[in-house]
Nanobody, 123 residues
Framework: QVQLVESGGGLVQTGDSLRLSCAVS????????MGWFRQAPGKEREFVAA???????VYADSVKGRFTISRDDAKNTVYLQMNSLKPEDTAVYYC?????????????????WGQGTQVTVSS
C-alpha cells in the first residue's frame, strides 16, 4: 500500500512563498514519477509539475519560473517550492505517484494520491 501525505499549505499574501512537502511510504521511491496537481473551487484538477530524477522535470506554463519541484530520495519526500504566489494559485494541492506509464501531464496516469493541502493566496 502506497501512502502520500502532503504538508505545508496555508494562507499567504500575494508575492509570498510556500514550500509543500509530500512524504511517500510503502514502495521504492527513487524510480517513481512524482507529480503535483491542484484543484481550485469549481475547476478541474490540473497539472502543476512532475519529477522523476533531478534532471527530468516538467512544469505547467502557469507556474514555470515561479515554482520548483524537487525530491530527496533518502527521505522519500518530494517538494514544491512556490514563489511569487498569486491569488490564482489558490487551490488544494495534491501530490501523486505515477507507477506505470502514460504522459506525466494527465492525472489519469497517476496511481496514488495524497489527501491534499490547501493553499490560499490573498490579494
Amino acid at each position: 500500500q502506497v501512502q502520500l501525505v502532503e504538508s505545508g499549505g496555508g494562507l499567504v499574501q500575494t508575492g509570498d512563498s510556500l514550500r509543500l512537502s509530500c512524504a511517500v511510504s510503502g514502495r521504492t521511491f527513487s524510480s517513481t514519477v512524482m507529480g503535483w496537481f491542484r484543484q481550485a473551487p469549481g475547476k478541474e484538477r490540473e497539472f502543476v509539475a512532475a519529477i522523476r530524477r533531478t534532471n527530468n522535470i516538467v512544469y505547467a506554463d502557469s507556474v514555470k519560473g515561479r515554482f520548483t519541484i524537487s525530491r530527496d530520495d533518502a527521505k522519500n519526500t518530494v517538494y514544491l517550492q512556490m514563489n511569487s504566489l498569486k491569488p490564482e494559485d489558490t487551490a488544494v494541492y495534491y501530490c501523486a505517484a505515477r507507477l506505470y506509464g502514460g504522459d506525466w501531464y494527465n492525472r489519469a496516469n497517476y496511481d496514488y494520491w495524497g489527501q491534499g493541502t490547501q493553499v490560499t493566496v490573498s490579494s
